[in-house]
């Protein structure tokens, strides 16, 4: 007699491989879309909270250069080359942050991070419609990631770089992904505004003719860009300036400069050791060239970002190459990662279109883990960068004291204030502030009490380095109760606040005989020929007198 046992009802967690397919491909895609959105929403609130003051010489550089002392824009100057570059359209963008917006350089951190998500859009918009959702999806998670990276904190730290250099990378990729629809003038078009950028859209259109040839277009559709980049870089190397700019070697230095190009492409996978991205670029080339050799219309964009990036990164190690950087190597440096992340974007959808056989879990598992691992490596590179650019924040009091030697020494271009002033920009308008909750320049503060010098780490106390001088970085540090005071102010013989600067820098700008605390350092500005009183702390509307240091 034959007996069965009945059928177990599954549970729960022992669903029916297909139940669990259809819960997978209801709920998996929006899980991945959710997961995209992560690192653009973590970019999004760096940029917001970044500081409003533009700390870098570029800016206030080519401000000074486009715009006379009434704030004027000098459009003949806005065609001018910034080092070695053209840089029409990031000169119109300071411009217009300085007029209409007030100088706020969160206005052009945000623009970057927008300008980002239009890359991964893009890279998006290029993966072939007969892939199934879930790896479209997947593909999207990867390139968000990647590029959003915590490498590319510089990038949202200050508009500067961001306006600087991803204007142009994005007009390439949106270019690139027109041509592999076969839109060819409206890839020439952006191509054209790329050029107008910066010098790294230079190399677009070749790469837009080797699109036209992997599609098998017509004869002229790959002879006019070819024929357009010979008369762009031609006109370029004929018209730009012959001074050697900075962070360039004239030298030969051929392994150098293969090593940064290795870098420059392995960058996601090393915060400052070189060795580790060029490892990690050779590995990348390696690993394209294997993934690539199937090239057809379905791939020919993503072969066209892999050659874009090649060229980006033969472009750094040609133009930029020199020891002189944290890491030893210009492929490290934070605004150059975006070539690595594009470079091993392509290499993620080069995998899922010409591998279709390779399993679901593996390649999601591996794209998660590529994601979250860059970004963890990425972190010190961050925080690296946050603790360079917060004492360079002390400009917006030297130019609203007028510091001429501190501004030279923050390497901000005095000539440009007048027109700053004029246009209201920051720190010409109402939003500065010395962040004391009630005390500014002009402000008479109450006579402050000396800080005892106790032993006990909660004790009221601090020091000053620096004699008491203007027209110098004062630094010192102070805490209060244990805690950071709100704000530092130097205030005259009469209590008239005439300067003030930043609390809660780096314990090494503080330069005192005595340690100082992590987080208690701080640095202040008055003006030139200043006849100064003091440097007091202030906490909760209290003020100490600081002790000069003997």
């Not at 819960?23 to 970044?50: D, E, K, M, Q, S």
């Not at 910034?82 to 840089?87: A, E, V």
């Not at 998670?141 to 204007?167: D, R």
């Not at 991205?277 to 057809?296: D, E, K, P, S």
Request: aromatic share 8%.
């Amino acid at each position: 007699m034959n007996q069965y046992a009945p059928a177990r009802r599954a549970t729960t967690d022992e669903l029916p491989r297909p139940t669990q397919h259809r819960l997978w491909r209801r709920t998996g895609p929006v899980a991945l879309w959710l997961f995209a959105i992560v690192p653009f929403g973590l970019a999004l609130v760096a940029a917001a909270r970044a500081p409003k003051m533009h700390v870098l010489l570029d800016y206030w550089h080519v401000l000074a250069k486009i715009t006379d002392d009434n704030g004027d824009l000098l459009f003949g100057q806005v065609f001018t080359y910034h080092l070695d570059q053209p840089f029409v359209l990031p000169s119109l963008l300071f411009w217009a942050d300085a007029a209409w917006f007030g100088g706020d350089n969160r206005i052009l951190t945000g623009l970057t991070v927008l300008l980002m998500a239009g890359i991964v859009a893009c890279l998006y918009s290029m993966l072939p419609e007969s892939l199934s959702t879930t790896k479209k999806s997947i593909a999207l998670a990867g390139f968000s990631w990647l590029l959003f990276s915590s490498h590319a904190t510089e990038l949202w730290l200050q508009g500067t770089n961001g306006i600087s250099w991803i204007p142009a990378v994005f007009f390439c990729v949106l270019a690139i992904a027109c041509a592999h629809r076969g839109l060819s003038w409206a890839a020439g078009t952006a191509a054209a505004l790329g050029c107008l950028s910066f010098g790294a859209a230079l190399p677009i259109w070749f790469v837009l003719a080797l699109i036209a040839w992997l599609r098998k277009d017509s004869r002229l559709r790959v002879l006019i860009p070819g024929a357009i980049g010979v008369l762009v870089v031609a006109a370029w190397f004929l018209t730009k300036p012959s001074d050697q700019q900075s962070l360039a070697t004239s030298s030969f230095d051929l392994d150098g400069r293969l090593s940064v190009f290795a870098a420059t492409l392995g960058g996601l996978w090393s915060a400052d050791v070189a060795v580790v991205a060029v490892i990690a670029g050779g590995i990348t080339i390696a690993a394209l060239v294997h993934l690539g050799r199937v090239a057809n219309p379905r791939t020919s964009g993503w072969i066209a970002i892999v050659a874009y990036s090649v060229l980006l990164a033969g472009m750094v190690a040609l133009g930029r190459t020199t020891n002189q950087v944290p890491g030893g190597n210009v492929g490290l440096i934070s605004r150059y990662v975006i070539v690595g992340a594009l470079a091993t974007s392509a290499l993620l959808a080069l995998a899922i279109i010409n591998r279709p056989q390779w399993p679901l879990r593996p390649l999601f598992i591996a794209t998660v883990t590529v994601a979250l691992v860059t970004h963890a490596i990425g972190g010190t590179k961050a925080e690296r960068v946050r603790h360079d650019y917060g004492p360079l924040n002390l400009a917006a009091v030297a130019l609203r004291v007028d510091a001429p030697t501190v501004l030279d020494t923050l390497h901000i271009q005095r000539a440009a204030a007048p027109a700053a002033r004029s246009l209201r920009a920051y720190p010409f308008n109402g939003t500065f502030t010395l962040g004391c909750k009630g005390p500014e320049l002009g402000s008479h503060v109450p006579v402050a009490a000396p800080l005892p010098r106790g032993t006990d780490p909660g004790d009221t106390r601090g020091e000053t380095s620096t004699s008491l001088t203007g027209d110098i970085i004062l630094s010192g540090w102070a805490t209060i109760g244990g805690t950071r005071p709100d704000c530092v102010l130097v205030v005259d013989q009469n209590e008239i606040v005439i300067g003030g600067g930043l609390i809660g820098l780096p314990s090494t700008v503080a330069k005192t005989k005595t340690a100082a605390p992590d987080g208690m350092a701080w640095q202040a500005i008055a003006p030139a020929n200043a006849t100064i009183g003091g440097v007091i702390a202030v906490k909760n509307g209290s003020s100490y007198r600081l002790q000069a240091q003997n």
